[in-house]
């Protein structure tokens, strides 16, 4: 990088990108031509330039990290490593670029897991092209950002405590008793006792609405919990 050339560490001491620097982003998305699409909007629109593209969750790490850039545009449901295990590996690491969730997907199970990994905000794919703008230089900004539909089903969540979807660490169970896991196997992999794995099974069971590990499974590949393969 020349020394002319802006960087995306141009910030204020705030953390937040000054009022006249441009934005840069970190584009992801499994699907070429969204990714292509989202370059050449942001290319044609003054104030924003594009450091790079990831297909993965796995790849946006690494080049955020690498990068360092202001925003990361975050599909959720990607082949090789999804959206919300990105956000939270991004959270994890402090690594300084907002994350706005730009995806299809505004049901329970992609919203609440998404904030609560870490993203700054959450908009839908069909989003018209100047609110993408503005909602990409409010989450530079540290701004919460949401689209009306995700807005209603997080008030309705919090409303609703009872019907609210597993957590980060129920789903992991879910997962390994998925693929048939016991109770003492799950304990040991995700190094927490055979007792927290019950109180979480019995947590889930609870969410889901079943009695037992079966219909937990099911239920849960049946409300996109769990993903088909």
């Given at each position: 990088?020349?020394?002319?050339?802006?960087s995306?560490?141009?910030?204020?001491?705030?953390?937040?990108?000054?009022?006249?620097?441009?934005?840069s982003?970190?584009?992801?998305?499994?699907?070429?031509?969204?990714?292509?699409?989202?370059?050449?909007?942001?290319a044609?629109?003054?104030?924003?330039?594009?450091?790079?593209?990831?297909?993965?969750g796995?790849?946006?790490?690494?080049?955020?990290?690498?990068?360092?850039p202001?925003?990361?545009?975050?599909?959720?449901?990607?082949?090789g490593?999804?959206?919300?295990?990105a956000?939270?590996?991004?959270t994890?690491?402090?690594?300084?670029?907002?994350?706005?969730?730009?995806?299809?997907?505004?049901?329970?199970?992609?919203?609440l897991?998404?904030?609560?990994?870490?993203?700054?905000?959450?908009?839908?794919?069909?989003?018209?092209?100047?609110?993408?703008?503005?909602?990409?230089?409010?989450?530079?900004?540290?701004?919460?950002?949401?689209?009306?539909?995700v807005?209603?089903?997080?008030?309705?969540?919090v409303?609703s405590?009872?019907?609210?979807?597993?957590?980060?660490?129920?789903?992991?169970?879910?997962?390994?008793?998925?693929?048939?896991?016991?109770?003492?196997?799950?304990?040991?992999?995700?190094?927490?006792?055979?007792?927290?794995?019950?109180?979480h099974?019995?947590?889930?069971?609870?969410?889901?609405?079943?009695?037992?590990?079966?219909?937990?499974?099911?239920?849960?590949?049946?409300?996109g919990?769990?993903g088909?393969?």
């Amino acid at each position: 990088m020349s020394p002319d050339e802006p960087s995306g560490a141009e910030v204020r001491a705030s953390g937040e990108p000054a009022a006249d620097a441009v934005i840069s982003l970190l584009i992801v998305d499994d699907h070429p031509v969204v990714r292509d699409g989202l370059r050449g909007m942001f290319a044609s629109a003054p104030g924003f330039r594009v450091l790079g593209e990831a297909s993965n969750g796995v790849e946006a790490v690494a080049l955020a990290v690498a990068l360092d850039p202001d925003v990361v545009l975050m599909d959720l449901r990607m082949p090789g490593g999804g959206g919300v295990d990105a956000i939270a590996e991004l959270t994890r690491r402090g690594v300084r670029a907002r994350v706005l969730v730009l995806t299809t997907w505004d049901t329970d199970t992609d919203t609440l897991p998404a904030i609560e990994a870490g993203a700054t905000g959450y908009l839908l794919k069909d989003t018209p092209r100047e609110e993408l703008f503005a909602g990409v230089r409010a989450a530079a900004e540290g701004r919460t950002v949401l689209s009306p539909a995700v807005a209603s089903r997080l008030v309705s969540a919090v409303r609703s405590p009872g019907v609210e979807p597993p957590s980060a660490r129920e789903r992991e169970v879910l997962a390994l008793v998925a693929r048939g896991t016991s109770n003492r196997e799950i304990a040991r992999e995700l190094f927490i006792s055979e007792a927290t794995v019950k109180t979480h099974l019995t947590h889930l069971y609870a969410k889901l609405g079943v009695s037992d590990r079966a219909a937990a499974v099911a239920r849960a590949y049946e409300r996109g919990i769990l993903g088909r393969h």
